[in-house]
Every structure is written in C-alpha cells, then in structure tokens.
C-alpha cells in the first residue's frame, strides 16, 4: 500500500496558469509538508501544517497556497505560474511530536514527487 | 550560514569497499535529530537512518552507521560494502527543537551523489 501519494507525476502548464498538485497519506500521520527541489537537488521546505498551524517558509510566494480538506490531504496551490516554478514537489508527512518532547526520530515518509515544468 | 553542509558534491567508491559521506551542522539548540535520506535516479526520498542529539552510541542501520562527532557538529554516513544499487543521492538533514509546536521541519544539505563502480 502507498503509504503517501501524490497526483500527478508530471505537470506540464505554460506560464500564468494555475495549478494543484494533490497529496494524500494513509498513515494516520498529523503532519503534512511540502518541499521543493530544485534543479541542482536542493530540497527547501515551503510548508509545515498539522490541526492546529501551519508554518510557511518565509521565503515562499505567496502565489502558493497549501489547503488541507482533511488531515489525509494537503493539496498544494500555485497562482500564476512563473518559469522558475518549475522544479520537483515532494509531499512528506510524519507523526507529530508533542512540542515538550526533544528530538525525535519519527522520520518524515515523503511522496514520489510532482515533476512540474512551467513552459 | 548553511545549517547543513555536504562539502562532497560526488564520490566514487568500488563495488564492495566502504565510503563515508560527510555532513556537518550548525545549530545553537541543544536538542536535535539528524537524518540522512536517499534519493536514487527514480526520485523518491528513502530514509536511511536518525541520530538524535542525545544519544551516546552512535547509530547503526544494516550496512549504515552514522559517525557522530557532537564537538565538531558532525554527522558523517558510513556505507559498509557498498552495492551498485547503492549508486544514489544522499542527503543529510536536521530536525531543530522549534518553539512554534510539532510541525517539526527538516533543513536539507545540497547532498552527494554517490556512485557505486563494478
């Protein structure tokens, strides 16, 4: 079974579109993230959200939105898409960590990725 | 200043020796994890192994260990015996302590990629 999933694989769209990109896990995880990864593999978190906050990278646009229907789901939106968007989006969820508890070793499970290409 | 720094862009190792991959870290918290990842060419993230802050041994998964060297913040990846199926990027990353609750993030080094020789 998948544990989190991601729709679609590829995402071709010119320039000024916008777009969704889904993301759905069945682990009964809390947490959702999104990250980007660049062209030369760098991989920067744009969005942490569980129930209760949600945690945006400042230096995120705000041309991208995430919006979660349930606690399965953490879809991303992105607004007038610009060439530099183009990268590849990782959906990723763990189990929460309750905020006195130090460091945990309950790793993030991430998705297959979203090859998104902005013509 | 980079949080995480992979200072080895690419490696080679031969089919069946041992490789190390470096990682050092920067962090004022006292309490942290640190991970590594690998991403073959298909693309998926797979987690490899953790380190917490805390701990006294250092981490063993399989044919992973990690060498952690707390004084020097490093976090270095040891792969016994390496595989061709082993040919892969391999990311080092760190979960910080943060005071605005559970969601707790990772911060990526740029990786090495790693490749396996027959």
């Known amino acids: 079974d998948t544990a989190v999933s991601q729709t679609p694989k590829y995402l071709v769209t010119q320039m000024g579109n916008d777009k969704s990109i889904k993301c759905e896990q069945n682990l009964g995880h809390d947490t959702m993230y999104w990250y980007k990864q660049d062209s030369k593999k760098f991989l920067k978190i744009m969005f942490s959200y569980n129930n209760k906050e949600l945690i945006i990278n400042e230096t995120v646009p705000n041309r991208f939105s995430p919006k979660s229907p349930d606690k399965a789901h953490l879809n991303l939106h992105i607004n007038s898409l610009e060439l530099g968007d183009s990268a590849v989006y990782f959906c990723a969820s763990s189990q929460a960590i309750p905020s006195w508890e130090g460091p945990s070793s309950y790793e993030q499970y991430f998705g297959p990725g979203t090859r998104l290409t902005v013509t | 200043a980079q949080k995480i720094t992979q200072t080895q862009p690419g490696m080679f190792v031969q089919e069946k020796e041992a490789v190390t991959l470096d990682c050092t870290y920067d962090?004022?918290?006292?309490?942290?994890?640190l991970f590594w990842y690998k991403q073959p060419s298909s693309g998926e993230m797979i987690f490899l192994i953790y380190?917490?802050?805390?701990?006294?041994q250092n981490a063993t998964e399989g044919r992973y260990s990690l060498n952690f060297q707390k004084a020097r913040k490093s976090a270095n990846l040891v792969i016994s015996a390496s595989q061709l199926g082993d040919s892969a990027m391999y990311f080092c990353?760190?979960?910080?302590?943060?005071?605005?609750?559970?969601?707790?993030?990772?911060?990526f080094g740029s990786g090495t990629q790693l490749t396996v020789l027959p």
């Open positions: 990353a760190m979960r910080e302590v943060i005071s605005s609750g559970s969601a707790r993030q990772l911060t």
């Open positions: 962090t004022s918290d006292p309490s942290y994890g």
């Open positions: 380190q917490g802050s805390y701990d006294q």
